[in-house]
């Protein structure tokens, strides 16, 4: 099987959302993709993307939103973290063209 190279429009196609393995009963590993439309950072103007969680299973803890990272030469921002597995909530995209700190 051929490897798809990263960002290409195949590679986009085999996305359905977050990617997720099991780590154990209790957790798991989840990345999160956004597609920046305007292309790598050579076209690009965002600076940075935000992805914001908020869950229902965990709805009184106070979270952040975190920063994503690009991989370098490509349209692909990602950022992966540990849920636990019976963790239930939504998340929101937030891309920009500051490249300061979340406030």
Not at 6 to 34: A, C, I, Y
Not at 42 to 63: A, C, F, L, P
């Amino acid at each position: 099987m051929t490897a798809l190279k990263v960002g290409s429009e195949s590679w986009w196609q085999s996305k359905h959302g977050p990617e997720w393995q099991r780590l154990n009963d209790e957790m798991f590993e989840v990345t999160f993709w956004w597609r920046d439309p305007q292309g790598s950072e050579e076209y690009s103007t965002i600076k940075r993307v935000w992805i914001y969680i908020t869950g229902v299973t965990d709805h009184h803890q106070n979270s952040q939103p975190q920063s994503m990272q690009r991989i370098a030469g490509t349209n692909v921002w990602q950022w992966t973290t540990q849920l636990n597995a019976n963790w239930r909530g939504s998340y929101c995209f937030i891309p920009t063209e500051r490249d300061d700190i979340f406030s």
